[in-house]
Each structure stands twice: as structure tokens, then as C-alpha cells.
């Protein structure tokens, strides 16, 4: 129905809609949270793709809007709302978002632990899995949170009779959120409509869909409105309705139809354009590459599935170009190290860390730039699956020129670490994420350097308490704490190591076996796999173990005892460095010159498994780059271990360690100073668990002082208000905003007040002080005479005994609420915004949302008196 109401009475009153929510405007509402919530479920459905998700978004939106309706229905204090809410979602969270907790008593506990804590934390998982995550362990606890907690706000909102109802849109518009935020970096496939590339059309589409509903359930919800309101008025009052022609009508309609219509033509045409003109950007983005590279598989672990005979001499990529100059390829680069493994790391030690190689991981996007002047071009073919790692020379400046039928998804999948030179490539394909057969590249790169090593720190990198067998050996050697004596070390540990890439000497291990062979008289050793601590502190424990028998004097091949390959020996050379207070890393990759008494050999132009080589990075604590140390055992001089009690052959001086003492425990440290660095290092631990402990404190300090930010900012506001009012010039201006302060105590405190005067107001509620103060306004503005400041002072005692009255009524708790509540400032913003039918017809004013009494114009004897 269309047209203008206007009453038989004085002057028009306005046309104002009922103070409850019709069953219609209800239904209306929790039909659209509901519709909403399923495109929102529809938009993430990707990141999850299990059955569940629609489970979570069914349950949580039919439970979420039964609370939000019941606290309507039955005026439910907020607080009762809130409890009730969280007791849903404790219920809930376990047979819906975590159902994996079910196997146990022990296990539900643990399940509602993690549904508590990832309301907060639970993004960071989500961003950690690959997609679709589907209902691994607690990922879903995200999306039942908003569905629930959403919900109930929405519903809630939207079922709010004034127009503050509005404000349910972007609860619902937030949905969809989630879907963009969580997807995937790369959109998907795009479709061409009319000319133009939409680009992620599945989410571009649902959420204009999101849109379109958010505008139908306003223009339906003020229509809606409008005829409660008319009905209203016809009950208590003679109404004249004047009908809208036809034409008018029309118009509306076509105006509605066309906001749809705009919103749909604008989403399609402007979304495009976003996506085009920079990559789309997700949470994810930022965290893919790092978190990508951290959860895959060591190389250094599987280093020796490479000399296995089905990989030995399988072809992995070739090699061609301007090779001159660069001695190596690297695959990976592994800085971290927890004990057991040596992956991807941030770089800063973690707890249970065994120290760090410096510097943190950070992958990012290589733009195009100048290639070097000496730069040299190499194309690299991949001849089979590789994964995330990417051969690449050091020293990349500008991004690698893809090719094959994936050049593009390829060129946006390509990171570079920067400080190691690592890259990776995280496209996706048909057997996972990285580098497949027939895709390829080519780099301009510089020649290879290798600068020399610096000085060492100060103090050890690690704990040497947790390797007393490394600090045995290296007291052993009484080298100096210098580069040359680390030097000397590294070579000590290649001489006195042998090469063994298996633990039995079968069909797997024939191919190395029968190479070596070929250039030696090798006798196959058996070395067990592995680098953890246990297993490094296993090889020091050889070598030491063997020159306590032989005696440090006697020659290299009767010092021969530590058995194993690059895995061991590449690890116990990294740790070798951080004893010796050097950072260092541990590098897979390929050599392409020849090293001296090396038993894998260089890849020519064809690489294989049995090419690929580790080694170490080592760089001084004050120097900018690294140094490279290869760290591979010999293979010509076979072991021949020796127990205390037996005879060394062609050494006959040996036995006469038979009587010698039990060597004394290794020191803690190799150097003279071994009790001062302890306590250095004791009290490097100390201050760094201060502060951390000191971050934590002010993180958590800093997010109270961000969570109290609005509520001191309301505060202040008030405050500021009512100090104005007082205190204002003009006596008259301070009598009105004394009972203008009173108006906004009753708004923020929820007292219902009704009449046209200020004494009827204050007689609806029964306030001794109130009605005094509208008696005193009430003279001040309509008398001849203008007030005095004793008359605001008057005003102000007023307004503070009702103030004690008011909080007098309340409990503790609705003081509180009543005092951050935001309504009195927040009313004048939404009176300025409606529209003429909410607006008193006196004057033409508005009534600014306290229904202040309007001033009439002063009398000009007045201003006459004013003035003797």
C-alpha cells in the first residue's frame, strides 16, 4: 500500500511503526540470516568439502535463531543470551566440529579444550593444511563459531524493531567473508560472459547473491513497516490514506528492481577488474609458501632413497646452457633443526631447537630485474616429479622464464627465499604441489663464490651437554678456536669417515656398491639412516672411540671409523659449526665439478640419484656470507675398528693402551674457558626466556589495552558531553542540557518515557528530582526573564539526585552495563538519518531522538530586559 496518513487531531503526527516485530517481520528475518548463512556455507564449501559443513551450517543456523528468538520473545537480559550461547557451543562443539574427539572420555575433554581455544587460534590451523581440509582434527571449529555466534547476533539484530535492524546485514555480509578470507590463493578457472573475464566466478556469483538477498530483505523488511505502521495509526485514530498513482508505483518498483539489477552488473564488472589488476590476495597467500615448505618431507631424510637401485640412475633433470663457473645446484637449503631432523625453519631457535643457521625463512614473490653482468644462462629441463623443490644456482636476481604448458600456473607458484638463495615451486598439479616432468625454466645467474670464513662467536650455538661425544672429539683434535682450526676439523671429519649409503649389502644397495667398486677396492660398511642427535652423537662416538685405542698420533686410515653419507656427515658438520659458534645450514643439491675423493659423482648435463650431494653453509656471526664446506666421507680407506684389549695390525705400540685409565667425562666446552661459557650460555637462556616472557606480558598488555580502547573511548565521550553541558556560557543552554542529560541517563539505563512535555515525561517515571528539573527547565525557557547561573546550578543538583535515584534501583552489574552502554550517543546519528515520515511536523524539526520539547521563539520584550 502506498500514499501518506495524516490524523484528525493538531498539526500531522509521525507515521511510526509498531514497537514489536509481526510474525511476518520475524519470519522474514530469520528466513534471511538463514539463506545468507547457507551462501556462506556454499562459499566455503571448497576449504572444507566434507558433509559436515552443511551439518554445522544447519544445526548451528536453526539452533542459533531458536536462541535469538526465544531471548525476544521472552526479554532475556543479554548476559542470559550470552550464557546460554556458550553453553550451545560447548555442547555442540564436539559432535560437530570435532569428531574425532569422540573416541574417548579423555578425548571429548580434549575436544572442547581445542573448540574453545580455536574461536581464537583456529584460524592458524586452517592455514596450515592444504585443501580441503575436510574435519581433520579441530579445523572446522572456525566455521561453527561464526555459524553459531553469527547466527544469534543476526537474528537477534534483525529481529530489533527500529531501524537499528539494518545492522544484521553485515553480520550476514561477514559471512561470505570467510569463504574469500580461508579459500585458496588461486581462484580457479575463470568464464567469459558478454565479452568481459570473470575471474573466480563461483564466489563473484554467490556473493552477489549475498548482496541482492541483503537489499530484497530491506526493501521487503521498510514495506513491511510501513503497513504495520498504517495499521497502527487506522486503530487509534481517524486516518485518511491517499493512494499512490499508478505510476508511482510503478516507479518504486522499478527503483527496487533496478538496486538489485546495479548490484549484480556492479559485482560482475567491478570484481573482474579487481582480480585483474593485482593477484588475488587471501590469508592464505601470506602464509602458503613458508608453511608449504615447513610441512613437507626432508630432503635430507629421504637423501638416501636416491642411491636406492630403483632411483640410482633414474634421470630427475637436465642441465644445459653457460655452466661454466657454477659449481653447484641446490635443491634445498635446512636450517632448522629440532633434534631429529633438519627441515625449513624460521631461523630462530624453537623450543627443543637445537640452535639455528640465523637468519629467518622468508619466501616471496621474485619480481623481474636486471640480470647481472657476468651472468651466465641456464635452462633446466625436469625430467621427473621433484616436488616444491626447485634446482636453482645461487645468486638469482630476476624470476626464471617458465615454459612447457604450465609456464603460468608455474611462473605464479615460483618463491625465492632470499637470504639462502632456496626456491621453491608451490603450483599445483595433477600428482600434488611442485615441479613435474616436462616443466622447465631458465635463469641468468653469477658464477659461483666462496669467500672466506671469519671468526667464530663467542660461545657455542648449541648446548654441548646434549652431544658430549661431539665435545669428546673435538677436545681430542686441540685445534684453536679459529676458522683454520674449524678448517681443520671438517677435514679431519671427511678423512676419518667412511661412505656407506645402506645398512646391508643387497639388490637396493648394488648400484653404489658396484661404482665404488669400480674406481677402488671398496668394502661395503654397513651405516644405518637417520641424522637426529642420537645418531650424529652414534658417529662421534666411533671416531672417539677409535683414536682412544690407536692413540692421536697414528696415521689417517688407522684414524678411519665414522661410517655413513652425506645424510650423517652433512649434520654433523652443521652442528660441528654451531659448537664452534658459526651459524650453519645444511644444502641438497648437485655439484657440477668434480671433488677430489668424492664417491657421488658430478652431474655432467643429466642429473640422477646418484648425483645428489649435501654439504654446509657456515658463516661468522659478523660476516654477510656463507661459506661452503663439503662434508662428504672418503671411500678409499676402509675401517678397521679396534676394542681396548685387541691388537691393531702394522701398529704394535697399540696394546699398550690396554693399560690405560678410564678417560675422564668429556667437558662441557673444548677450550680452556669451558666454565665461563657455561655460565655465558646459562645466562644467555636466563635473559632470553626473560624476554620472552617480557613479549608475552606486553602482547597481552597491549591486547587489553586494544579491547578496553572503545569502552574508554565511550567513557570519554559522556564524560565530554556532560562537562559541556554544564558548564556552557549561557545559563538557558546549561538548564536544557540538564534535562537533556537526564533524557540520555533514561536512554542508556532503559527506561521507557511517554508524553509531549518534559513534567509529563518526568511523571512516567515517578521521579521526585525529574519532575522538579522539567518544572525549572520548563520556567527558564518560557518565562520573560532569562535564567541565572544560580537556576543551572539548581538544574545540575537535580540531575544528579536522579542520577543516585536511577543507580539507587539498580544492581552492581546494570550500573555497569549502564554505563557503557552507547545508546544515548548512538540515537541523535540514526534520528539524523531517517526520513520526513519520522519527523515531527512542529517547526519542521526533528525530534533528534530524545523527543525534546522544541523552543518556542523568544518574545521581544525579552531581549529588551535582557539588555537593562
Known sequence: MSGTAASTGRGRRPLRAPATTSVGQAVLAVGYVLVGLGLATAMAWPIFDTWRLAVIACVCGVLGAAIAVLARLLRWHVLVTVLLTAGVYLVGVVPLAVPSALSSPQGILGGVRDGVVGVVLGWRQLLTLDLPVGSYQAVLVPFFAMALIG????VGIALTPSRSAAWAVLIVLLFGVFGIAFAATDPGSSVVLAGVEITAPREVLLGVLLVAVSMLWLLTRARLQRRAALSLARSTTTVHVQRGSAGAALRRGVLGAGLVVVALIAGVAAVPVAFGATPRTTLRTGAEPTLVASSQTSPLTTYRAS?????YSTPLFRISGDTKGIDRVPLAVLDAFDGQVFTVGSGAPASGAQGSGGQAVSFTRLPGGTSPSNAHRVTFSIEH???????????????????????????AGFYLDRTSGAAIEIAGGATGRGLVAGDGYTVDVPADSNPSLGAPGATSGIDLNDYPQLAAWVKAQKQPRTAAGFATLIGRLRARGYLSHSVDDDAQASSWVGALKKSSSYSFQASYAGHSTARVEALFKQLVDQ????????????LVAGVGDDEQFAAAGALLARAYGYQSRVVVGVRLTSLAGSGVPACRSECTGSDLAAWIQVKAPSASQWTTFDVEPQYRSSPVLVRLGEQYPKYPTAPEQLHAGVAAPPQSQHDGSSSQAAATDRSSQSLAALIAVARVVGEGLALLVLLALPLITLLALKRSRRRRRRFANVPEVALVGAWAEVRDLWADAGIPVTGATRVAQARTVHSAPARSLAELVDAAVFAQHPPTGDDARVAWDLVAEERERVAASQGRWKRFVVALRPRSLVLPIIEMLRDDESRYARGGKSDSGQNRHPEPRRRTTRQENSTV
Open 385 to 411: 616429479d621433484l616436488g616444491i623443490w626447485t634446482p636453482m644456482p645461487a645468486g638469482l636476481a630476476s624470476a626464471p622464464a617458465f615454459s612447457g604448458s604450465r609456464a603460468s600456473e608455474l611462473a
Open 547 to 558: 683414536q682412544r685405542v690407536v692413540g692421536a698420533d697414528a696415521t689417517a686410515g688407522a
Open 307 to 311: 642411491f636406492e637401485k630403483s632411483a
Open 151 to 154: 547466527t544469534v547476533a543476526a
